[in-house]
């Protein structure tokens, strides 16, 4: 059984917002699937099906994006399921062109809070992430407002493209493997803003909890 975790943060106000979209590429697996994610369990919204004949469990942290990591230990401990293998975590990415997707088979948190409190509560940086690339910052922006901003009408066009690539990018990791699946959608394209990591790390820590 996988565990496919969308990070985000609960409540009304944070829909469609940059740093939600963890949460809609859940939500369109979800819909895809016809599998319901409501069970309120181990701190997060699961729910069970089946993707690409693999049986999964779709989770929602409703811990706020800075302990995401909690309910994902639960999860994983309650199903015994090897967090290394098995797990794939889907997370916003503010250095990458908007609308760009990338999948890591391991790596440091990159300045995501999110991702550092997963690592920390795993005690390892070996889990699959799919990145959805969300842009850099304009200039002038305060960073914490732009990642709990909602994107704009053309934004929201663009995102809906790299949800629906990120779902691609699950369906490919469980048919063929996380190899395969970063062959075929670790496009090359030009980063947003690569040292904003510190940057990022800063405005995630401000969330709410």
């Known amino acids: ?14 829909e469609n917002t940059r740093h939600n979209v963890g949460f809609a590429v859940i939500d369109m697996l979800a819909e895809k699937y016809g599998i319901r994610v409501n069970e309120l369990k181990h701190r997060g919204l699961i729910g069970k099906g ?5 049986r999964v469990l779709l989770v929602k942290p409703v811990t706020y994006m800075n302990l995401s990591g909690e309910c994902i230990r639960e999860v994983l401990q309650y199903y015994r399921i090897d967090g290394e293998k098995d797990l794939i975590v889907i997370h916003d990415d503010i250095s990458l062109e ?13 300045g995501h809070n999110g991702l550092k409190n997963i690592i920390a509560q795993l005690g390892s940086e070996t889990f699959m992430r799919i990145k959805v690339g969300v842009g850099g910052k304009p200039e002038g922006y305060d960073l914490v407002d732009y990642v709990l901003g909602h994107f704009s009408k053309e934004e929201r066009e663009r995102m809906a493209q790299a ?20 062959n075929r959608f670790n496009r090359k394209g030009k980063k947003a803003e690569p040292k904003q990591g510190a940057a990022q790390d800063a405005a995630c820590g401000m969330e709410e909890k």
Request: glycine share 14%; proline share 2%.
């Open 50 to 54: 089946v993707i690409a004949g693999e």
């Open 98 to 110: 908007q609308g760009m997707i990338r999948i890591r088979k391991k790596g440091s948190a990159g």
């Open 1 to 14: 059984m996988y565990v496919i975790a969308g990070l985000g943060n609960p409540r009304r106000e944070y």
């Open 163 to 182: 949800q629906q690539d990120a779902c691609s990018a699950v369906e490919a990791i469980l048919t063929d493997g996380a190899d395969e699946a970063m």
